[in-house]
């Protein structure tokens, strides 16, 4: 199974292709930004960027697929985006970007997980952001 199924996002809402490591605590992820991305028909036409709350969801999504790997009953909880603090956007991102995606999971309180996302392209940082996810019960 390709680890990206994992997770409950599927398209036109799945914003990574693969997950290139994982230990324990961390996972890095890629999502190739391709030109045919349908929210670039409105943002930005002729001045194409990748809006900045779906690096943060490239982001969640990432954090998912790390906590779907941790402990047993993880597979019948899905991980939801409980909250998200000091988000800083440094680069654009654009059509042809090899989005790489690095999250680290800070703590673990009962069905909440702290985690740090740092999201670049070509080693130059596009977001900064610490958010937690919280497991709830599929229903």
Not at 104 to 116: C, S
């Amino acid at each position: 199974m390709n680890p990206v199924e994992m997770i409950p996002q599927k398209d036109p809402f799945l914003f990574i292709d693969e997950m290139v490591d994982r230990t324990e605590d961390t996972i890095h992820t890629k999502k190739l930004v391709k030109e045919s991305e349908d929210y670039f028909k409105g943002h930005f036409p002729g001045n194409p960027i990748m809006p900045g709350v779906l690096i943060c969801e490239a982001c969640f999504q990432s954090g998912a697929l790390l906590m779907a790997h941790k402990g047993e009953g993880i597979a019948s909880k899905t991980a939801v985006v409980s909250r998200i603090q000091n988000a800083k956007f440094k680069n654009m991102v654009k059509p042809g970007d090899q989005l790489d995606i690095k999250v680290d999971l800070k703590e673990l309180i009962g069905p909440a997980a702290y985690m740090k996302a740092v999201a670049s392209v070509s080693g130059k940082k596009a977001l900064i952001i610490e958010f937690a996810v919280t497991l709830v019960e599929n229903k």
